[in-house]
Nanobody, 119 residues
Framework: QVQLVESGGGLVQVGGSLRLSCAAS????????MGWYRQAPGKQRELVAT???????NYADSVKGRFTISRDNAKNTVYLQMNSLKPEDTAVYYC?????????????WGQGTQVSVSS
């Protein structure tokens, strides 16, 4: 089992910044990835950014150049620095950790943190 604890959400004005953190505890994997997904009201959950244990990153086109994902492997923590926030970034942001166990990829999710961007 993996437990994910998120922090850093809140209300910010357009153009502002927020930093999300997600600390993982519990099981570890030989190969894993951590990331952030978001879900706006009435919409499906979508990928925001992911980072592997080797530091390879992937971003949604909508956040490239504005968001930066990073991780501290020693602390088993992933961060999402969000700059130049827009109203369309408003959503519940979920931390994800996935890893390979045997031949199966297993995903764990945090409870989510609300990010609201006011215009």
């Amino acid at each position: 089992q993996v437990q994910l604890v998120e922090s850093g959400g809140g209300l910010v004005q357009v153009g502002g910044s927020l930093r999300l953190s997600c600390a993982a505890s519990g099981s570890t994997f030989m190969i894993d990835a951590m990331g952030w997904y978001r879900q706006a009201p009435g919409k499906q959950r979508e990928l925001v950014a992911t980072i592997t244990s080797a530091g390879i990153t992937n971003y949604a086109d909508s956040v490239k150049g504005r968001f930066t994902i990073s991780r501290d492997n020693a602390k088993n923590t992933v961060y999402l620095q969000m700059n130049s926030l827009k109203p369309e970034d408003t959503a519940v942001y979920y931390c994800n950790k996935g890893g390979l166990r045997g031949l199966r990829w297993i995903d764990y999710w945090g409870q989510g943190t609300q990010v609201s961007v006011s215009s």
